[in-house]
């Protein structure tokens, strides 16, 4: 019997948020004999509460579904709507009717840890009422921070963006060596410092810029950051520094709060910039050499020019997968990555208990930060370096990147 199928995207975009869609999108539209039509969500969950949902056929038609590959952002648009935390209230049912009005038997949702949290309830919801719609998370996020899988898409090429943006920005720095200088260039991270660490793979050499690397799971003094900056200026003058934005006292409290209160977003995150430059003024008035900050805000995420190629194929096929798995009746997972043992690097698609993953953030383990919290070490690097391997060729017209549009 066939199903129809409807697929959304949620949270912050990627590179590659759209190479998963495309896979669940172009596997469904090949599963003639198990899925009907393919609707997306336009904004998520919240869109289709509203009835935005689009008919995604006529993309592969058009041709329109191969530019998507390549296609940085949320093609189909995105949310940040948390479902309630109880299954009684009133939206529950009435996102069900409309999965009845709509023939829906297939659901996913790609992105993060908050929409993990949706699938998660979607799915418990789905169990209390007997509904056998299947629900499956695609997972997303350049923080790399979901827990049960070795990495997610979205991770890789937002590191490779990372690791060469810092090494422009260092031979940048190096340019005049009369006087000394802290280049201090900030990075998303909140909780989980595994993409400022991937700053560490823009060095040429040991010792090489960047030197000094904060990441959040460690608590950063300031008092201790002086003296790091000091030390580090006797060996290489033009000191390229890399924090994340989520950098902390180990006491709950932000970095860039000391300089001013923060808001929240509709989750109750904080949202966090100006750590860099904090830093930036307490290295000018603390030791008075030449010194600027760098935020790389959404750029290492929205940047299709040095997309992985190793990060969209496999955001591709987690999306392909997820219909697999769906179709064969699994339902309340995620797609997940397990690495395999070898020299060479291999990768297994595997389905995660979602209810394990939602609301839960992996970080990066303690014993590959070194130097007192102050750099990372080699183990990073050795996990780091496979997942930004290969280039892609992105589509272009009158010498510019060609996108899909909705």
């Given at each position: ?5 409807i ?7 990627t ?6 869609l495309?896979?669940v999108?172009y596997?469904?539209?090949n ?8 609707y997306?969500?336009?904004?998520g ?15 592969e038609?058009?041709g329109?579904l191969?530019l998507?590959?390549?296609t940085p ?7 940040r709507?948390?479902?309630p ?11 069900f009717?409309k ?8 659901f996913?949702?790609i992105?993060?840890?908050d929409?993990?949290d949706t ?19 695609i997972?997303?996020t350049i ?6 899988t070795d990495?997610t898409?979205?991770?890789?090429s ?13 031979l940048?720095?190096s ?15 909140r ?9 560490v ?21 300031p ?12 060996k ?6 890399c ?5 902390n ?6 970095i860039?709060?000391l ?5 929240v ?6 949202m ?7 830093l ?8 008075g ?18 997309l992985s190629?190793?990060?969209q ?20 997972k995620?797609v ?18 979602v ?5 839960q953030?992996k970080?990066?383990p303690a014993?590959?930060?070194?130097k ?5 070490g080699?183990?990073f ?9 290969g ?14 549009y909705?």
């Amino acid at each position: 019997m066939k199903r129809n199928v409807i697929v959304g995207q949620s949270g912050g975009p990627t590179a590659v948020i759209n190479a998963s869609l495309y896979g669940v999108v172009y596997e469904a539209l090949n599963r003639e004999d198990a899925c009907g039509t393919v609707y997306g969500m336009i904004n998520g969950i919240e869109g289709f509460l509203n009835d935005q949902i689009m008919d995604m056929e006529p993309l592969e038609q058009s041709g329109k579904l191969e530019l998507i590959r390549t296609t940085p952002g949320s093609f189909l648009g995105s949310c940040r709507y948390k479902l309630p935390e109880d299954l009684g209230d009133e939206v529950y049912p009435k996102l069900f009717e409309k999965f009845a009005q709509y023939g829906i038997g297939y659901f996913f949702y790609i992105g993060g840890n908050d929409s993990m949290d949706t699938v998660s309830k979607l799915s418990r919801y789905a169990e209390q009422i007997g509904s056998d719609i299947r629900f499956i998370g695609i997972p997303k996020t350049i923080d790399n921070d979901l827990v049960h899988t070795d990495h997610t898409p979205g991770f890789g090429s937002a590191a490779k963006y990372v690791a060469s943006t810092v090494r422009e920005i260092a031979l940048d720095a190096s340019v005049y060596d009369n006087k000394k200088s802290v280049t201090i260039v900030e990075i998303m991270g909140r909780h989980a410092g595994w993409l400022t660490a991937a700053s560490v793979l823009a060095r040429k050499f040991e010792g090489d810029n960047p030197v000094l690397v904060y990441l959040p799971e460690t608590a950063f003094d300031p008092e201790k950051f002086l003296g790091d900056v000091r030390a580090a200026l006797e060996k290489v003058p033009n000191l390229v520094v890399c924090i994340s934005e989520g950098i902390n006292d180990g006491q709950g409290t932000f970095i860039c709060e000391l300089a001013s209160s923060v808001g929240v977003d509709t989750f109750g995150h904080k949202m966090l910039t100006g750590s860099g430059k904090y830093l930036e003024n307490l290295v000018k008035e603390k030791i008075g050499v030449k010194v600027r900050s760098v935020e790389l805000n959404v750029l290492q995420r929205c940047s299709s020019a040095m997309l992985s190629g190793t990060d969209q194929k496999e955001a591709i096929a987690s999306g392909a997968y997820g219909v697999k798995c769906a179709i064969e009746g699994a339902t309340g997972k995620m797609v997940a990555f397990r690495r395999l043992p070898g020299e060479d690097y291999r990768t297994d698609y595997v389905l995660e208990d979602v209810n394990a993953i939602c609301n839960q953030e992996k970080t990066v383990p303690a014993e590959w930060i070194t130097k007192d919290g102050s750099d990372v070490g080699r183990e990073f690097t050795a996990y780091a370096l496979p997942l930004i391997q290969g280039e892609v060729k992105v589509p272009s017209e009158n010498g510019l990147p060609l996108f899909a549009y909705r």
